[in-house]
């Protein structure tokens, strides 16, 4: 095998890091997640990856109530435990611990590990991981054309060496340019990241104003 780390050893580091940032900062510190403290993410993860039967909640909003109510459960747990939960990463049995979905749980931590991280003033983005942000890159693709399918204008993701996804055609389109992690939190609803654009302005305001959540 290459040099390069699999997307299972990079989703490994990205859950060390999260569980180390939860032990830091403790159960009661805010996140962007709306009104989750670091505590309630916590639980959602451990429920993304250990209870099948309310996972689906998550993105259906009919079966949001059985996902809440077995989150709350998951709250109520120890912290720690919960944590040494998400270190130890998805158990067998669990359609999250399919190998292919490696990229995906890449995706997952990345984002919620800045979420923590973000939530309080002082924040910068991490360094460059070549790895990682290939890996983000690619996920980029499919999420890109979720996120922006409301847009009015086009949609292009561009990373500073020049890559890009066009994510959305529309009559004009308007460039959003930055490491693949920043485009990533852009494209999942975050505004505490560090993008750049390029396109008319009231149709970068409109792409700003889309709705992106997933």
């Not at 032990?23 to 009104?35: A, H, I, K, S, W």
Request: hydrophobic share 40%; charged share 25%.
């Amino acid at each position: 095998m290459s040099a390069l780390r699999s997307a299972g050893d990079v989703a490994v580091a990205e859950r060390n890091a999260l569980a180390d940032l939860f032990l830091e900062r403790g159960p009661d510190e805010p996140t962007l997640c709306g009104e989750w403290t670091t505590n309630d993410l916590l639980a959602h993860l451990v429920v993304r990856e250990r209870r099948p039967d309310a996972a689906p909640g998550i993105l259906i909003p009919p079966l949001a109530f059985w996902t809440e109510r077995v989150q709350g459960r998951a709250a109520e747990r120890d912290f720690g435990a919960n944590v040494a939960l998400i270190r130890g990463g998805p158990p067998s049995w669990s359609p999250m611990a399919l190998p292919f979905l490696a990229g995906v749980d890449v995706q997952e931590y990345f984002i919620h590990h800045e979420d923590v991280r973000r939530a309080v003033t002082g924040w910068a983005p991490r360094p460059p991981e070549p790895d990682r942000d290939g890996l983000l890159w690619k996920q980029l693709a499919l999420l890109g054309r979720l996120a922006y399918r409301s847009s009015p204008v086009g949609v292009t993701l561009a990373a500073p060496d020049g890559r890009e996804h066009a994510v959305k055609s529309g009559p004009r389109t308007v460039t959003v340019v930055g490491e693949p992690g920043e485009l990533l939190l852009f494209s999942s609803g975050r505004d505490e990241c560090v993008v750049s654009w390029r396109g008319e302005p009231a149709d970068v305001a409109s792409v700003k104003a889309t709705d992106r959540g997933l």
